[in-house]
């Protein structure tokens, strides 16, 4: 009896699971004792962090996408066919054309989604870059800004923590190459009372940004956006004036994670070493799609989903788990236009990034391009 | 009925209890309780100075042996 491994969403997470599990499954699969099937929504498979690039003209679009055929294992059954439903009781799953797949062993892989619609007036008068439209939209803002008040807003929950700041950095040597920096002020906003999530990149920042000229406020969280004044109002009762306002919305997990009423918000609930959907043996959750409080990063989708492409296949092979996820996260960050640093942890390991360097901004750009090595399971 | 949720944000870096909780109450209701599990002593000082600007309501902080219970109302 063939066991089938169905992966709903074909980001990297699913990418990596699928790829490694053909790794570790090759004699299995080819005594069709177990197939692997990714159902995703979209033929063309983006880099994500690539998006930071693009405001800048840093970037040529076409190195953002591969075709996913390309990326995954040849012998992953692929389809570009939306998840509609998924029934974890009667073990399936229905897409967009009515198909059924069912599953001995799911995996919901399904990411996060912005949702500037869900503070007024933010998709009238902000720019954001976390998708490409948008990025696009804010390169063409960016080209014709020629000077004024800059506001980087930062919503709660958001991938990419670090992005927020990396763009910061960016916008201030992208308006000193334009001869524009003393013409702009940069204001930052953050929704805890200090300027990121992890206090060794708060403390990092701080000076950073003094000596830089760029103004933040902190515990501001916005409750709405006034396009026609520009100004950005916050829960905290604070107002800002902004010529040219960036923002990095508020996310939700995926549509068909509310409609299946798997987790509020589209954020499954998580075991977090055994990354099982908490009450099942069957179901595991890899990525942003997660509930776990963690960093919503590539780097966490990667170091999950090595771990699920292990018990996976243990399962598989052996009926048992193989071992835990430790809470790996590690995540580059761009000071600016030609340095970097990086910063990792666990579950029980503090963060403490390093003095930022060119060496380490050369080998993001490196990643850049090696990222698909990682997708493929092979980095 | 209010509900009451529980994040457990023990060894919690990034994003990390306080952001958890900003998340969270995006999506309980008016009245549902949040309680945050912290193992960072810092968040029983944010989250109520936070909680304090928003006006939504403290409603306990506790030490544990390793960490904190912080429950929050969500009152708006």
Same mark, same amino acid.
């Given at each position: 009896?063939?066991?089938?491994?169905?992966?709903?969403?074909?980001?990297?997470?699913?990418?990596?699971?699928?790829?490694?599990?053909?790794?570790?499954?090759?004699?299995?699969?080819?005594?069709?004792?177990?197939?692997?099937?990714?159902?995703?929504?979209?033929?063309?498979?983006?880099?994500?962090?690539?998006?930071?690039?693009?405001?800048?003209?840093?970037?040529?679009?076409?190195?953002?996408?591969?075709?996913? &055929?390309?990326?995954?294992?040849?012998?992953?059954?692929?389809?570009?066919?939306?998840?509609?439903?998924?029934?974890?009781?009667? =073990?399936?799953?229905?897409?967009?054309?009515?198909?059924?797949?069912?599953?001995?062993?799911?995996?919901?892989?399904?990411?996060? &989604?912005?949702?500037?619609?869900?503070?007024?007036?933010?998709?009238?008068?902000?720019? *954001?870059?976390?998708?490409?439209?948008?990025?696009?939209?804010?390169?063409?803002?960016?080209?014709?800004?020629?000077?004024?008040?800059?506001?980087?807003?930062?919503?709660?929950?958001?991938?990419?923590?670090?992005?927020?700041?990396?763009?910061?950095?960016?916008?201030?040597?992208?308006?000193?190459?334009?001869?524009?920096?003393?013409?702009?002020?940069?204001?930052?906003?953050?929704?805890?009372?200090?300027?990121?999530?992890?206090?060794?990149?708060?403390?990092?920042?701080?000076?950073?940004?003094?000596?830089?000229?760029?103004?933040?406020?902190?515990?501001?969280?916005? =409750?709405?956006?006034?396009?026609? =004044?520009?100004?950005?109002?916050?829960?905290?009762?604070?107002?800002?004036?902004?010529?040219?306002?960036?923002?990095?919305?508020?996310?939700?997990?995926?549509?068909?994670?509310?409609?299946?009423?798997?987790?509020?918000?589209?954020?499954?609930?998580?075991?977090?070493?055994?990354?099982?959907?908490?009450?099942?043996?069957?179901?595991?959750?890899?990525?942003?799609?997660?509930?776990?409080?963690?960093? =919503?990063?590539?780097?966490?989708?990667?170091?999950?989903?090595?771990?699920?492409?292990?018990?996976?296949?243990?399962?598989?092979?052996?009926?048992?788990?193989?071992?835990?996820?430790?809470?790996?996260?590690?995540?580059?960050?761009?000071?600016?236009?030609?340095?970097?640093?990086?910063? *990792?942890?666990?579950?029980?390991?503090?963060?403490?990034?390093?003095?930022?360097?060119?060496?380490?901004?050369?080998?993001?750009?490196?990643?850049? &391009?090696?990222?698909?090595?990682?997708?493929?399971?092979?980095? | 009925?209010? #509900?009451?949720?529980?994040?457990?944000?023990?060894?919690?870096?990034?994003?990390?209890?306080?952001?958890?909780?900003?998340?969270?109450?995006?999506?309980?209701?008016?009245?549902?309780?949040?309680?945050?599990?912290?193992?960072? #002593?810092?968040?029983?000082?944010?989250?109520?100075?936070?909680?304090?600007?928003? #006006?939504?309501?403290?409603?306990?902080?506790?030490?544990?042996?390793?960490?904190?219970?912080?429950?929050?109302?969500?009152?708006?």
């Amino acid at each position: 009896m063939t066991e089938k491994i169905l992966i709903v969403g074909g980001g990297l997470a699913g990418t990596i699971i699928a790829n490694g599990l053909c790794r570790q499954l090759g004699k299995e699969l080819r005594a069709n004792e177990v197939n692997i099937t990714v159902i995703g929504n979209n033929e063309q498979h983006m880099y994500q962090p690539g998006l930071l690039y693009v405001p800048f003209g840093r970037i040529r679009e076409k190195d953002l996408f591969r075709d996913q &055929r390309s990326v995954l294992d040849r012998r992953v059954i692929f389809n570009v066919d939306p998840a509609t439903k998924i029934d974890i009781a009667s =073990k399936s799953v229905v897409t967009e054309s009515g198909a059924i797949f069912e599953y001995d062993y799911l995996v919901l892989a399904t990411g996060s &989604r912005l949702r500037p619609d869900t503070i007024p007036g933010m998709e009238e008068g902000a720019h *954001w870059f976390y998708d490409l439209a948008g990025a696009r939209k804010m390169r063409e803002a960016l080209e014709s800004f020629d000077g004024g008040k800059i506001v980087v807003n930062v919503n709660a929950p958001h991938k990419c923590p670090v992005a927020p700041l990396e763009v910061t950095f960016m916008l201030r040597d992208y308006l000193k190459g334009r001869g524009l920096a003393d013409k702009t002020e940069i204001t930052y906003t953050y929704p805890i009372g200090r300027l990121h999530a992890l206090e060794p990149v708060a403390n990092w920042t701080q000076p950073e940004f003094d000596k830089a000229g760029i103004k933040y406020e902190t515990f501001f969280n916005t =409750k709405s956006i006034d396009a026609e =004044k520009k100004v950005i109002l916050s829960e905290e009762d604070s107002s800002i004036e902004y010529d040219l306002l960036v923002t990095i919305p508020p996310h939700n997990g995926s549509q068909v994670i509310s409609d299946s009423n798997l987790g509020a918000g589209g954020w499954v609930p998580t075991e977090r070493e055994t990354l099982l959907h908490e009450g099942t043996s069957n179901v595991f959750v890899c990525g942003d799609t997660t509930n776990i409080p963690i960093s =919503k990063a590539g780097s966490t989708a990667h170091f999950e989903a090595d771990t699920i492409v292990d018990n996976l296949s243990s399962l598989v092979t052996e009926g048992r788990m193989a071992r835990k996820y430790d809470g790996k996260v590690f995540c580059f960050v761009e000071t600016g236009m030609n340095q970097g640093t990086y910063v *990792w942890f666990n579950y029980v390991t503090p963060p403490n990034p390093g003095a930022p360097s060119q060496m380490v901004h050369w080998f993001k750009l490196a990643y850049n &391009r090696l990222y698909w090595l990682s997708a493929r399971g092979l980095l | 009925m209010s #509900k009451r949720t529980t994040i457990d944000a023990r060894g919690a870096f990034c994003p990390g209890p306080l952001m958890e909780l900003i998340a969270t109450l995006k999506l309980v209701q008016i009245g549902d309780e949040i309680d945050v599990l912290s193992s960072d #002593k810092g968040s029983a000082i944010d989250i109520p100075a936070w909680v304090g600007k928003v #006006k939504h309501e403290m409603v306990e902080i506790a030490e544990e042996t390793d960490h904190w219970h912080i429950v929050v109302r969500k009152i708006k």
